[in-house]
């Protein structure tokens, strides 16, 4: 049986590619995740990315049932929500919180993760690799 990871975006991260691109680079997250996909052909790799809270935590709770284990960029509601830390913590799927920029060597207030502490761990700053190394951490 493939192993099934799947990967969480947050707000704003439907603009990868264009938004900020000194800072999240130029690559659309649609076609990094089809390189993924054809790097890593052995694992079912699945997708869902949401600007509202709600959302996030409603595919939380669906994925996390199903899912081997979940990567995890909840952007700015990284430092904000509580609810989806708890979410994190209510379901089986151990989670890897992924960050595009070194968030510790950017705002105070980034420095902040409700989510890190229910995290299997955080991987941050290594721009979109940041996800392939969560990949590897659960392969």
């Given at each position: 049986m493939r192993k099934h990871l799947?990967?969480?975006n947050g707000p704003n991260l439907n603009l990868l590619g264009t938004r900020?691109?000194?800072?999240y680079g130029s690559v659309p997250f649609d076609e990094y995740l089809e390189q993924l996909r054809m790097q890593?052909?052995?694992l079912n790799i699945t997708f869902f990315q949401s600007n509202?809270?709600?959302e996030i935590i409603n595919n939380?709770?669906?994925?996390?049932?199903k899912a081997t284990g979940i990567l995890m960029n909840a952007g700015g509601f990284t430092h904000t929500s509580i609810a989806i830390?708890?979410?994190v913590t209510?379901?089986?799927?151990?989670v890897v919180e992924i960050h595009i920029s070194n968030i510790f060597a950017r705002e105070e207030f980034r420095h902040k993760s409700f989510i890190a502490p229910n995290a299997m761990g955080i991987i941050s700053g290594f721009g979109l690799e940041s996800y392939r190394l969560g990949i590897l951490y659960f392969i």
């Open positions: 799947h990967i969480i900020e691109t000194e800072i890593f052909p052995k509202v809270e709600g939380l709770h669906e994925m996390g049932f830390g708890d979410a209510a379901i089986p799927a151990p």
